[in-house]
């Protein structure tokens, strides 16, 4: 039972390289996240999908894409990376009993 | 909108003494609350929920709706217990979840 799943798990970029992070879930969760973790500032929205076909913006949604695929997976896009974009991104699911699983998370850094 | 404070980053407490991890929040609805726990290198967990009204690893945690408070408590802490701890509150129906900044517990010795 794999849960969430996310690759790459590390990933160095230069400035305005683009890559796309990828997630995909075993458990037939509707609702599906991406936040990114900052030491300090703790975890932050950046998209979610309530279901498959709709995204929404979260809190940091500046720089990056989102597609729902399908219902497994929510993919994120760095169009053209920025130092600030240096973090750990999470990504996780849940369904109506609330309680989101997460990914191991992806630790990227831009140079 | 929905928000969730955690005002200490950083909790130091001894093994054995009881430790509380402050969680305060706003939304004009009925949330639901969750604490969620990161061990070293680990992926988030989640540690307990407000309307399941468990008792995780010896944790528990109190919905006060008055105060807009959902406080973690544990009366003996264990050095195992070290880890990231964040507060969180959806909407329902699983629904954008928000994160508070976290606290670092620090259990010593």
């Known amino acids: 039972n794999a849960g969430v799943t996310q690759t790459p798990k590390f990933q160095v970029l230069k400035t305005g390289q683009s890559m796309t992070l990828q997630c995909a879930q075993d458990?037939?969760?509707?609702?599906m996240y991406w936040y990114r973790q900052d030491p300090g500032m703790g975890l932050r929205l950046i998209y979610y999908?309530?279901?498959?076909?709709?995204?929404d913006k979260g809190e940091v949604p500046n720089g990056y894409n989102v597609s729902r695929l399908n219902k497994r997976e929510f993919s994120l896009r760095l169009e053209s990376a920025a130092p600030s974009q240096t973090s750990v991104y999470f990504c996780?699911?849940?369904?109506?009993?609330?309680?989101?699983?997460f990914g191991q998370g992806t630790r990227l850094t831009v140079v | 909108a929905q928000r969730v404070t955690q005002p200490e980053k950083l909790l130091s407490v001894f093994k054995g003494a009881p430790v509380e991890l402050k969680c305060n929040y706003s939304?004009?609805?009925?949330?639901?609350l969750f604490w969620y726990v990161q061990y070293s290198r680990q992926r988030l967990q989640l540690l307990l929920r407000?309307?399941s009204r468990e008792s995780i690893k010896g944790f528990t945690a109190d919905l006060n709706k008055g105060e807009t408070s959902f406080h973690l408590k544990k009366p003996f802490a264990q050095e195992e217990d070290s880890a990231m701890y964040y507060c969180?509150?959806?909407?329902?129906?699983?629904?954008?979840?928000?994160f508070g900044p976290g606290t670092r517990l620090s259990v010593l010795p």
């Open positions: 996780a699911s849940s369904e109506t009993t609330g309680e989101a699983f």
């Open positions: 999908s309530a279901s498959e076909g709709t995204t």
């Open positions: 939304y004009s609805g009925s949330p639901e």
């Open positions: 407000h309307i």
């Open positions: 458990m037939n969760h509707n609702s």
């Open positions: 969180a509150l959806s909407e329902g129906y699983g629904q954008n979840f928000v």
